[in-house]
C-alpha cells in the first residue's frame, strides 16, 4: 500500500495514473474523487471500459507528404495507441520544420469500432514564417558573407528551428569565431527576427622548425630554418595571408607569400594572389606569380579558375648549351583547380579530409622557342578514426609534368618535413612523382600524441644531368622512416619529428637522419 503525506500528493498521484491508462488505450478511464474515511484514509474508485489498441487516420491520403513518408508504420494509416502521443509530436516538429513554428495536431470526427478509433487527423496553425533578419551578437562586424553562403542561412527563407541550430554550429569549423549559445528567434505578430551569439577568435599563427642534418662533404652539424606567418579574418572580411621563408643546408632560399578574400560583395566568389620565389645560389632563380577566381559551391567544395606566370634567370656562369641544363625562360599558364575539405573540431587535426586536384595547361619561351606544356597535380589526405585514441593518417602528393624537354630550373622540387620526411628540403628534382605519407596516430591525451613516420616516393626525372641537375636521369624509388611527437602547450602546437630516408642510391646509415622541430603558436 503506497502511503502519501498530505492531499495534493495524493491527487497527483490519481493523475498520474489516469494519464498512464489513457497512453495504454484505456481512454475513458477515470478515479472517482477521494472520499475522507478517517484522519489517515482515502478511498476511491476506478472506473475503465474496453481497452482501444488502434488509431486509423481516415483522411490519410489527403495528408501532408512529409507525415506520409516519415510515418514509419506497419501498416499505412494504422497507429499503435501507444505510439500515439509521440507520433503526433514528430509530425508536429516535421511541420514546424517546414516553416510553420505554431502548428497543432488534432484528432477529429471520431467514432469507435471494437478496439479501434476512427479519426480524421487535422494540423492548425498560423502562415508559414519567414525570417525577416538575422541580428548578429557578440561580433557584428562578422563577414556576413559567411552567414549566407558558408553556413545557409538567408533572409526571407523559411524558418526551419531544427535546420538553423544545425547550420549554426557549423561557425565553430570556421578557425575565428566560436558559438556562444544556441540561435534564438523572436516572433512578433509581423516579423520573425533570429539572433546568432557568436564570438570572435585570434585565428593567426605562427610556425617555425630547425632543422639538424650532417654535411655529406664536410661532416659538420648543418642547420635548417623555415617560418610560416598565417593571418587569418584581421580586417574582418574573413580574409587570409600566408607568408612562408625557408632557407636550408644547400644554400636554397624560398619566400611565398598568398592572400585569399572570400565571398565578394556577399557573394560565393573569391579573389586569390600569390607569389613564390625560389632561389638556388650561382644555380638559377625562378619567380611565379598566380591569380584566380574561386566559387564556393559548398563550405567543403570549391572551384578555382585562373593565370600563372613563370620567370626563371639562369646564375649558372658555366652552362652555354640552350635548353640543356638550365637556362633563362618564361611560361604563362591557364590553372583550374578543384578542392574539397572537410574540418573537424580539433586544436590537433583540425582537417579530417582534403582533396585538391588541378590542372595547368600553356607554355614555355625561350628566345624565339615555344614549347607547349602540361602539368597535373592530385593531392588527398584523410584520418581514419580507428577509436577515440587511436587514427591513421594517409596522404598522398602525385604530380605529373609533361613536355618535350625539361630544364632543371622548371621541375618539381621535393624532399622535407612538408614532402617525403627524411630527406634534405628541396634535395629532389622529378617531372614525375607521387609521395605517400603514412602515420599511425596514438592520442595520449586531448593535447599530446605520438605517431609513426612510414613514407613512399616515387619520381621520374628527366632533365639532363649535370652538375646543376645530379640525379640520374629516370626512375628512383625511396622510403622512410621514423617517429613523432606532438603537443599542445600554453605556447602553442609543438612537434618533433626523426625520420631517416633511403633510395635505389642512397643506402641505410644513421647520420642521413633529419630531426624536426616546429612550434605553431597561436595570436
Known amino acids: 500500500m503506497k502511503s502519501f503525506s498530505n492531499y ?6 490519481i493523475d498520474s495514473l489516469t494519464h498512464t491508462l489513457h497512453k495504454q488505450g484505456y481512454l475513458t478511464a477515470f478515479f472517482e474523487k477521494p472520499v ?13 471500459e474496453n481497452i482501444t489498441s ?9 495528408l501532408p507528404n512529409s507525415i506520409k513518408k516519415n510515418a514509419r508504420l506497419k501498416k499505412s494509416n494504422i497507429i499503435s495507441i501507444t505510439d500515439l502521443q509521440q507520433k503526433l509530436a514528430y509530425w508536429n516538429a516535421l511541420l514546424s520544420d517546414k516553416g510553420n513554428p505554431f502548428n497543432s495536431l488534432q484528432l477529429k470526427n471520431i467514432s469507435t469500432k471494437n478496439d479501434t478509433i476512427y479519426a480524421d487527423l487535422h494540423f492548425e496553425g498560423i502562415e508559414k514564417r519567414q525570417l525577416d533578419s538575422i541580428i548578429i551578437k557578440g561580433y557584428p562586424k562578422f563577414p556576413r558573407g559567411f552567414l549566407t553562403h558558408y553556413i545557409g542561412i538567408k533572409k526571407n527563407s523559411l524558418y526551419q528551428n531544427k535546420k538553423i541550430q544545425e547550420k549554426v554550429q557549423q561557425l565553430n569549423s570556421l578557425p575565428f569565431v566560436s558559438t556562444i549559445k544556441p540561435a534564438e528567434v523572436l516572433f512578433n505578430p509581423t516579423s ?7 564570438n570572435k577568435k585570434n585565428a593567426n599563427n605562427f610556425d617555425g622548425f630547425l632543422g639538424f642534418s650532417t654535411d655529406e662533404e664536410s661532416g659538420n652539424l648543418v642547420l635548417d630554418g623555415y617560418l610560416n606567418l598565417s593571418l587569418r579574418n584581421n580586417l574582418n572580411y574573413g580574409e587570409e595571408v600566408n607568408l612562408t621563408y625557408k632557407s636550408d643546408s644547400e644554400e636554397q632560399q624560398q619566400f611565398t607569400v598568398q592572400a585569399k578574400l572570400p565571398y565578394l560583395f556577399k557573394l560565393p566568389l573569391g579573389v586569390e594572389a600569390g607569389l613564390h620565389i625560389f632561389r638556388q645560389r650561382d644555380v638559377f ?17 570549391e572551384a578555382l579558375v585562373g593565370f600563372k606566370q613563370y620567370e626563371s634567370a639562369d646564375l649558372n656562369e658555366n652552362e652555354f648549351i640552350l635548353g640543356t641544363v638550365t637556362d633563362d625562360f618564361d611560361a604563362s599558364f591557364f590553372h583550374l583547380e578543384s578542392r574539397y575539405v572537410k574540418k573537424q573540431n580539433s586544436l590537433l587535426f583540425p582537417i579530417k579530409t582534403k582533396v585538391i586536384a588541378h590542372t595547368e595547361i600553356g607554355s614555355r619561351s625561350q628566345i624565339d622557342i615555344t614549347t607547349n606544356q602540361l602539368k597535373i597535380g592530385l593531392q588527398f589526405s584523410h584520418i581514419f578514426q580507428l577509436n577515440r585514441r587511436n587514427s591513421i593518417y594517409v596522404a598522398n602528393n602525385a ?4 613536355s618535350n624537354n625539361f630544364l632543371t630550373n622548371e621541375l618539381f622540387r621535393l624532399g622535407g618535413i612538408l614532402s617525403i620526411r627524411g630527406f634534405e628540403e628541396n634535395s629532389l628534382r622529378a617531372s614525375i612523382f607521387n609521395v605517400l605519407n603514412t602515420e599511425y596516430r ?3 591525451s586531448e593535447t599530446i600524441y605520438a605517431h609513426s613516420i612510414v613514407d ?28 613523432g611527437l606532438g603537443m599542445l602547450t600554453k605556447a602553442g602546437l609543438f612537434r618533433l619529428n626523426y625520420a631517416n630516408g633511403t633510395s635505389d642510391d642512397i643506402p641505410f646509415e644513421f647520420g642521413n637522419s633529419k630531426v624536426n622541430l616546429s612550434l605553431t603558436a597561436f595570436f
Do not use: M
Open 456 to 483: 613512399f616516393a616515387f619520381t621520374d626525372n628527366q632533365a639532363p644531368q649535370s652538375s646543376t641537375n645530379p640525379e640520374p636521369i629516370g626512375q628512383n624509388q625511396l622510403t622512410s622512416f621514423g617517429v
Open 399 to 402: 604530380q605529373f609534368f609533361n
Open 8 to 13: 495534493k500528493s495524493l491527487q497527483l498521484h
Open 54 to 62: 488502434y488509431v486509423a487516420l481516415k483522411n490519410w491520403s489527403t
Open 192 to 198: 520573425t527576427q533570429l539572433y546568432v551569439y557568436i
Open 442 to 444: 596514438f592520442q595520449l
Open 285 to 301: 632563380s625562378t619567380t611565379e606569380q598566380k591569380i584566380g577566381l574561386n566559387y564556393a559551391f559548398t563550405p567543403q567544395i
Open 36 to 48: 475522507f474515511k478517517n484522519d489517515t484514509t482515502y478511498t476511491t474508485q476506478l472506473f475503465k
